[in-house]
């Protein structure tokens, strides 16, 4: 499935406007150097719209993008990536990285992955391989996990990556820049899908470890 987006003017939405139909083929001697971008950083830090407004930019310059989420993901939109303050995006929900990969077309010029680090450890590689074909593959997600440990598998998205931007929220405590999410709940499974009831963007001097054992993926 290929989704082509456009944005809206109206709205501030992005939405499967233009089809396939209404942009020529790319020549693969006009594609660019493909590339990987990690957008990364804690809950409530502004990744998403900094994923939308690359996004945003290249829909502008009439590139073919694809926009994909993990399939657990479902907190505000089952089939658009939405951020917190609720700026949304198309999507293809997919269930892991070789699905994602298999619904890659073959003119796509920009692939948008959402929360990344709820996929699978493949989908390293498959960035990877987008990025070898031309694609440029734009990345967004945690970057530590509730007990404030590099969250697999972003450490190795950040190590092949071109390009890494860490963002920060404010600390819901001090209101300094904070670099960790705070976990609300005692819930000790690593893999936890919330928003502002579960989590609370928190800086190092804020943040309190939960003293429970960390869950294999």
Same mark, same amino acid.
Do not use: W
């Given at each position: 499935?290929?989704?082509?987006?456009?944005?809206? @003017?109206?709205?501030?939405?992005?939405?499967?406007?233009?089809?396939?139909? +209404?942009?020529? =083929?790319?020549? =693969?001697?006009?594609?660019?150097? *493909?590339?990987?971008?990690?957008?990364? *950083?804690?809950?409530?830090? *502004?990744?998403?719209?900094?994923?939308?407004?690359?996004?945003?930019?290249?829909?502008?310059?009439?590139?073919?993008?694809?926009?994909?989420?993990?399939?657990?993901?479902?907190? &505000?939109? =089952?089939?658009?990536?939405?951020?917190?303050?609720?700026?949304?995006?198309?999507?293809?929900?997919?269930?892991?990285?070789?699905?994602? #990969?298999?619904?890659?077309? #073959? +003119?796509?010029?920009?692939?948008? /992955?959402? #929360?990344?680090?709820?996929?699978?450890?493949?989908?390293?590689?498959?960035?990877?391989?987008?990025?070898?074909?031309?694609?440029?593959? /734009?990345?967004?997600?945690? +970057?530590?996990? &509730?007990? *404030?440990?590099?969250? !697999? @598998?972003?450490?190795?998205?950040?190590?092949?990556?071109?390009?890494?931007?860490?963002?920060?929220?404010?600390?819901?405590?001090?209101?300094?820049?904070?670099?960790?999410?705070?976990?609300?709940?005692?819930?000790?499974?690593?893999?936890?899908?919330?928003?502002?009831?579960?989590?609370?963007?928190?800086?190092?001097?804020?943040?309190?470890?939960?003293?429970? !054992?960390?869950?294999?993926?």
């Amino acid at each position: 499935m290929h989704v082509t987006l456009a944005c809206s @003017p109206a709205d501030g939405q992005l939405s499967a406007a233009v089809r396939n139909s +209404d942009l020529p =083929p790319v020549p =693969p001697l006009l594609r660019s150097s *493909g590339s990987v971008e990690v957008i990364t *950083g804690s809950m409530f830090s *502004g990744k998403t719209e900094e994923l939308i407004r690359r996004l945003k930019r290249a829909l502008f310059a009439r590139q073919r993008v694809q926009a994909f989420k993990p399939r657990i993901d479902d907190r &505000y939109d =089952p089939t658009r990536i939405v951020s917190h303050q609720a700026v949304a995006v198309d999507a293809v929900a997919v269930a892991t990285s070789q699905s994602l #990969e298999e619904r890659v077309a #073959e +003119d796509t010029q920009v692939v948008a /992955i959402d #929360e990344a680090q709820f996929f699978d450890r493949g989908i390293v590689e498959v960035c990877e391989r987008l990025a070898n074909r031309g694609i440029r593959v /734009i990345a967004a997600g945690l +970057d530590q996990d &509730y007990l *404030g440990r590099p969250f !697999p @598998p972003m450490p190795d998205l950040m190590a092949i990556a071109e390009e890494v931007t860490k963002v920060h929220a404010v600390c819901t405590v001090c209101c300094g820049p904070a670099s960790r999410s705070q976990r609300l709940s005692i819930e000790a499974s690593t893999v936890l899908v919330g928003g502002a009831e579960s989590y609370e963007a928190r800086c190092r001097a804020c943040f309190e470890a939960r003293d429970v !054992p960390r869950t294999e993926r």
